[in-house]
């Protein structure tokens, strides 16, 4: 029988969803800026096709529309 060594402690890293989403969008906003200088013509979509009627999918939809607008 072989005896391993027990495995270290492992420490965990607490992530701040909200700052981190905070980041993307700024850093998302700011590329499309960009973009949008060198394209004048460029209008971002966003495109979803549900199948279906499920409430939570509407919700869902709603939301990410509502964040592109921002």
Do not use: N
């Amino acid at each position: 029988m072989s005896t391993a060594a027990p495995a270290p402690p492992t420490t965990g890293v607490r992530l701040d969803g909200k700052a981190i989403s905070e980041a993307v969008r700024t850093e998302l906003k700011e590329e499309v800026a960009a973009f949008k200088q060198q394209h004048p013509t460029f209008k971002p979509k966003l495109l979803a096709i549900q199948v279906g009627a499920r409430s939570d999918s509407s919700v869902y939809i709603r939301q990410k529309s509502k964040a592109c607008k921002e």
